[in-house]
């Protein structure tokens, strides 16, 4: 069984900071690429950043320059550092796992909400 737990979500006012966190706990498997993704209401879920097990990344261009995923293999959890925040990132964020031996399932944590003030 695979399960991820996310935290840290919460209200900042513009310009503020939050920290993201994702742990995947799994028994069998070892975790491969892990992301994050936000859904604005009315709006469709959309890729925030994806980091490799080996550290590659990508990042959203509306996100670039301001938030940075970052992962600790032993602990398979993954992080999003969230500074300058505007209200334009007020979503639910979700993070998203991917294992070796279980190709095409993705796992998703259950979302944190994230409020921006402006």
């Known amino acids: 069984q695979v399960q991820l737990v996310e935290s840290g979500g919460g209200l900042v006012q513009a310009g503020g900071s939050l920290r993201l966190s994702c742990a995947a706990t799994?028994?069998?498997?070892?975790?491969?690429?892990m992301g994050w993704y936000r859904q604005a209401p009315g709006k469709r879920r959309e890729l925030v950043a994806t980091?490799?097990?080996?550290?590659?990344?990508i990042y959203a261009d509306s996100v670039k320059g301001r938030f940075t995923i970052s992962r600790d293999n032993a602990k398979n959890t993954v992080y999003l550092q969230m500074n300058s925040l505007n209200p334009d990132d007020t979503a639910v964020y979700y993070c998203?796992?991917?294992?070796?031996?279980?190709?095409?399932?993705?796992?998703w944590g259950q979302g944190t909400q994230v409020t921006v003030s402006s």
């Open positions: 998203n796992a991917e294992y070796t031996g279980l190709p095409g399932y993705v796992a």
């Open positions: 799994t028994i069998m498997f070892t975790v491969n690429t």
């Open positions: 980091i490799t097990r080996s550290r590659s990344t």
